[in-house]
């Protein structure tokens, strides 16, 4: 089978085989979710409102739980909780000390109980990179030998310079903090608005092509549809400089596809305050193989609120013209 024909195999599959949620999740009936499904005027789904992807869950299975899949819902919640009291055992002095304020939120909400966000492989873990990719990794660490990670702005992550945190995707992985975003929707389009970074992405529903070859986005170029109840999103069009992140804590920090990325994604309101988020990566340039995840996706009271990175981004300067004090005094340069 073609790898081409085995995405389209995945995706027709993906519902039945991604969908079930263990006893204790948040999953609901399906006598519960049809009496709670809001829907607009046009009969589908109303997936609008305030909504967060936070989630304690790594990507990746830590190598403590190779072989479980998920936790029962006694271990989901002392997992949240070691992670909370890491959080808070960091030294106050730490730059990152207020992650555990932002992050504690969490604490009795995190209920997904997958021990990774990967699904498939079954082992929860990426699959290995290309040959291609091995190469691309290796000349980015040649072309940063020899330079320090303070000469200039460009040697900083897109992150520190306000460009993206990698959470927008697709495939959209929980960040490290402001995992929120508003969700609007109208008979043609859907538009999600990221609080972290700012980033907003449009899906047009109207059926139009994607783009051609030989135009492309940072975010790909998104085209959505529904097939019953659920919202499919299939994005192309990637750049070949792409990041491919989620929360440092949670997800590798050294992969960047390439530019034949493609992102199948799934939406599915369960009821109420909950939608089943599922995706499948497929990049020929980066992994050997397909793989797929599921984020949870919890409803809370909005608003979102501005996140002006440039404006208030005064830890890249300072980055910056710390490292040509130290120079100075070193004599280094």
């Not at 992807?53 to 830590?62: G, V």
């Not at 002392?78 to 030294?91: D, T, Y």
């Not at 609120?305 to 005064?314: L, M, P, R, S, V």
Request: glycine share 8%.
């Amino acid at each position: 089978m073609s790898r081409s024909h085995w995405v389209v195999a995945l995706t027709l599959a993906a519902v039945p085989l991604m969908a079930t949620w263990p006893a204790g999740q948040s999953g609901p009936s399906p006598r519960r979710a049809s009496q709670a499904m809001p829907r607009t005027t046009d009969g589908h789904p109303d997936l609008q409102g305030y909504w967060t992807n936070d989630s304690y869950t790594p990507l990746e299975r830590p190598a403590e739980l190779a072989g479980k899949s998920h936790f029962t819902p006694q271990e989901a919640a002392a997992f949240v909780r070691s992670r909370v009291e890491r959080l808070e055992g960091q030294s106050r002095t730490d730059v990152h000390y207020d992650d555990a304020i932002w992050q504690k939120e969490n604490y009795d909400k995190d209920a997904f109980l997958r021990t990774s966000l990967v699904s498939d492989p079954a082992d929860g873990k990426l699959p290995p990179l290309t040959d291609e990719a091995k190469r691309r990794a290796a000349a980015a660490a040649a072309r940063r030998q020899g330079q320090g990670p303070a000469d200039s702005a460009q040697h900083r992550s897109p992150g520190e310079r306000c460009i993206t945190w990698g959470n927008v995707g697709p495939p959209m992985l929980p960040p490290t903090y402001n995992a929120n975003f508003q969700i609007m929707q109208t008979a043609d389009y859907v538009l999600i608005r990221h609080e972290m970074v700012h980033d907003v992405r449009l899906i047009p529903l109207d059926g139009r092509p994607h783009a051609s070859a030989g135009v492309r986005y940072l975010n790909g170029d998104a085209r959505g549809r529904w097939e019953g109840d659920t919202l499919v999103v299939e994005t192309t069009n990637f750049t070949n400089m792409t990041p491919f992140r989620g929360s440092p804590q949670n997800t590798r920090q050294d992969i960047a596809s390439s530019d034949r990325l493609h992102v199948i994604e799934r939406f599915t309101r369960v009821d109420a305050d909950t939608i089943r988020y599922q995706f499948i990566v497929d990049d020929p340039g980066t992994w050997v193989a397909p793989w797929s995840g599921e984020v949870p996706i919890r409803r809370f009271e909005g608003p979102i609120y501005e996140y002006a990175c440039h404006e208030g981004n005064y830890g890249l300067p300072n980055i910056l013209s710390a490292a040509r004090v130290a120079e100075r005094e070193s004599g280094s340069k």
